[in-house]
């Protein structure tokens, strides 16, 4: 061994660890890239602004498409895809858990033991163990999935396209990634409970965070989860519920959407699009036929996003309890806010609150560039910018018609959205001090 | 004298200023609905919602018209909706003086004595003084601005309406309500230089704040000014350049905005619409023909909104400065956010967070809502809610096709626009400290 950890950390935080995460993103972004582009890639020939669109899109598991990945795309093209897929969404996993660790010397004991003692990395050994840990434990959900796909698809598709359809959406949806072969994604599957079932579950898990995964492993009460845990199973439980509710309750008499379907089917499709909408991406309805109403709440769902440390995006579930539970002390006239008998630290609001509006900022000023680049409905362009955003990947319809320099720009934000939140709690987190002391000063607000 | 000014606050803040500041709104509100719903108040009958949104809409200084203030309003009429805009205006702005003197004893030291030595309030005489001096010099500024524009419309319609449509735009503008008795407000004024100074620098005037105005009064060099003061002068500068640049720009080649004026009138109508966008709420070109770009852009514009303790609303400009200055300072990787020589503080930062993320999540919910009641185009319904929360005024059309569902939406809207971020900020600033300590739990954020 050369080299402790502590060194091996230092000498990382010295490049800075979000700097390190963007460049290996954009490394893969640029070789995706070109390898898309080669002839054996795809079936007719596609722009640079197409390779690059699909490659970023990969990488930051977003899953919008400006192509038919099943029939413009070879095998080797959607190899490419998967990888891509697969280093997209196990990279950011994995970094963000060493990212939590070397955080971790500032936040709780609890967490910390926690963390120490599931992964043990006391060592430049212990993190590579760590990083192997995240891996053989995707993998392993991964290939259990793909025998469960299987068992589903290669009756209807034979061996060959079934085993290798399944395989794809197996990594496509452990990552949140939303792509799909079939040119309508799951609407082929909208009342299919095999394909619902282990398609949400795989996303469910990919996106709830592996700190909580590693919680739960290792503990076996519900009072002695963490403090992060209990809120992402309770938020994860409430989010979904109210979510199919409002979805079923708003889409029931749409004639284009649930209202065409019997009593199950609409039970299957209202939860499907609530648990896929705040990252995972994959749609078993048409996003371009819901009403009105149904698609601006969706763009809460998307701007919410998943799991810290987890295959999903977005400003992150945790961000937003947070957020309202200090909302809602502060409407009481509190100033402590109290969650599973645990107050909140100013700190830890101050942040949440700082994500949420750094990133609805970078949303606003891609709508508004979008506004003057694009020729669309209003809505189609909000819808798309969140979900580029929250890596979500559903579309009004939007993505094939964008121009270039919307392509561009959607390009910009999917890569922002990946990378961005993380990028911004690793820094909020640190507290450098200025040299240079000055007297505070008072401003009014409100 | 009866109370010491102490106990008289004291008695007060046991009912919450904010309470009391809501409850004296909806009285105004009721009386006017009821005074407007009198036959001699209407030209043709209106219905009780008409009454209500129109009588909201002059309280809360926002300028909203469901129906021609010019033609279907008698000069009663009219003289009511004068009032409920003097009240609104007026009473908000002394209001929010108070509350910064009762918080004042928790603000520096600096301050406390600006406003102590600007008032002289030291008893239940100097509020009344203090009060008295608000409403003086709104008088003297509102009594200049009708003899100036006498001289530019008694010429136009003659003696009787001449006089009578100054004093009406007078107080319409210096209180930011931006109602007009012109069926198209002030299109008719786009390159006239009287009209457009006048009206801008009455409600530039109205909505830079009295604390601003007062410490200008008070100060002669521009680096003794309080921090407040000099943020208010330099953000008001800044925002009004850059936004009169890009709507400049924006509409340049649009002919049916710009596109069809000279080059005097396009810096007019630009200038016009870029200070008049944040709260103001006067229009000297068509909404409804604007581009979406600029559209996007003006929802910016109208969050923002005017000073604090002014006549005007929305989050107010020093709320989006601190927050602009505090994501640039964590950007960059400090901790210290220092403006002018002056470290903001981290619950002054937070508060005005909070105000940002409850106000879009107020305006956001509005939005939902209305794309459930109203058919209409996403943008227009979008534009709608910001123009009401901000008590802007502006429309793209939508306000006189609302639903009788969408005007009480709106109407909710404009009251908890002009009343919540004032209440916002009180309950924030206050430090009421919990009497059960639970320990430090941490979270995963981003
Ligand atoms: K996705
Ligand atoms: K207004």
Redesign the interface.
């Known amino acids: 061994m050369l080299f402790g950890e502590k060194e091996l950390l230092h000498r990382r935080v010295q490049v800075s660890p979000p700097q390190i995460l963007a460049l290996s993103f954009l490394i893969a972004i640029v070789v995706g890239t070109f390898l898309l582009k080669l002839p054996i890639a795809t079936t007719i020939p596609i722009s640079w602004i197409d390779a690059l669109f699909t490659a970023t899109s990969a990488t930051t598991v977003t899953g919008l498409a400006v192509v038919d990945t099943g029939t413009v795309f070879t095998v080797f093209g959607q190899v490419v895809i998967m990888v891509l897929i697969q280093i997209g969404g196990l990279g950011l996993m994995s970094f963000a858990v060493l990212v ?1 660790i070397v955080l971790g010397k500032k ?2 004991l ?2 910390r033991i926690l963390v120490q003692e599931a992964f043990n990395q006391t060592s430049i050994g212990g993190v590579i163990r760590l990083v192997k840990t995240v891996f053989m434990f995707s993998f392993f959900i991964e290939f259990i999935a793909v025998i469960l796909l299987s068992m589903r698809w290669v009756p209807e598709y034979g061996w060959g396209f079934g085993i290798y359809t399944s395989i794809f959406h197996s990594i496509s949806a452990f990552n949140n990634a939303g792509f799909s072969l079939f040119s309508d994604n799951l609407m082929g599957y909208v009342g299919d409970p095999v394909v619902n079932l282990i398609i949400t579950l795989l996303f469910i898990t990919g996106g709830i ?1 592996f ?1 909580v995964l590693a919680d739960l492993w290792h503990t076996k009460e519900f009072r002695h989860l ?3 845990t209990k ?1 992402m199973l309770v938020g994860t439980l409430i989010i979904n519920v109210v979510a199919m509710i409002f979805i079923f309750l ?1 889409e029931y008499t749409n004639p284009v959407t649930l209202g065409a379907l019997d009593l199950g089917d609409k039970l299957w499709a209202s939860y499907f699009q609530a648990v896929t909408t705040r990252t995972a991406g994959f749609n078993s309805l048409d996003i371009g036929s819901l ?3 149904t ?3 969706m763009l ?1 769902l998307m701007f919410i996003g998943a799991g ?2 987890s295959t999903g995006s977005g ?2 579930l ?2 937003f ?3 309202l539970m ?2 809602l002390t ?2 009481r ?4 806010t ?21 990133s ?2 970078v949303v ?1 000023i891609a ?2 560039a979008l ?2 680049t694009e020729d669309a ?3 189609m362009i ?1 819808f798309e910018a969140f979900s580029a955003f929250g890596t979500v990947g559903l579309s009004m319809g939007l993505t094939w018609d964008l121009t270039s320099l919307g392509k561009e720009i959607i390009v910009v934000l999917m890569f922002i959205g990946r990378v961005g ?8 987190a ?5 040299t ?11």
């Open positions: 939590v936040i709780g609890r967490e965070g700190t963490s403090l992060h809120l708003l009403t009105p109403g698609i601006v709440f809460l810290s440390a400003i992150k945790t961000t309890i947070v957020i200090a909302v502060y409407l006239g509190r100033t402590e109290v969650v599973f008998n645990r107050t909140l630290k100013v700190q830890l609001i101050f942040r949440s609150l700082a994500i949420a509006v750094i609805l900022f606003f709508i508004f506004t003057i409905p209003f809505l909000v939140p993380l990028t911004l709690a690793f820094s909020l640190r507290t450098k001090k200025s240079i002391r000055y007297p505070e000063g008072e401003v009014f607000t409100g």
